[in-house]
Nanobody, 112 residues
Framework: DVQLQASGGGLVQPGGSLRLSCAASGFTVSAVPMSWVRQAPGKGFEGIANIYSGDIGTSYSDSVKGRFTISRDNAKNTLYLQMDNLKPEDTAIYYC?????RGQGTQVTVSS
């Protein structure tokens, strides 16, 4: 069974940082493309970061480029999202995804 569990969200002030984690089971994170998506209050899902298998690289949406970094720890079978210089508009529930499989999300709130 594929399982994805995101954690690390919380309340942070504008300009602050958070690191989200996504613990994966049932597959190997290094072997497949994975992504982070988010859903802000009252809005649809937004894809924000992708990491590709075989060390091909990463890609980001314009809304987070230069502030967020997606990475993975193969030994821990975990996906990460380092979020720096957070803005109020980054407030959302964040989910990790493998293909169309979405795990339980984690809430990020950016507010002073």
């Amino acid at each position: 069974d594929v399982q994805l569990q995101a954690s690390g969200g919380g309340l942070v002030q504008p300009g602050g940082s958070l690191r989200l984690s996504c613990a994966a089971s049932g597959f190997t994170v290094s072997a497949v493309p994975m992504s982070w998506v988010r859903q802000a209050p009252g809005k649809g899902f937004e894809g924000i970061a992708n990491i590709y298998s075989g060390d091909i690289g990463t890609s980001y949406s314009d809304s987070v480029k230069g502030r967020f970094t997606i990475s993975r720890d193969n030994a821990k079978n975990t996906l990460y999202l380092q979020m720096d210089n957070l803005k109020p508009e980054d407030t959302a529930i964040y989910y990790c995804m493998k293909g169309v499989t979405r795990g339980q999300g984690t809430q990020v709130t950016v507010s002073s």
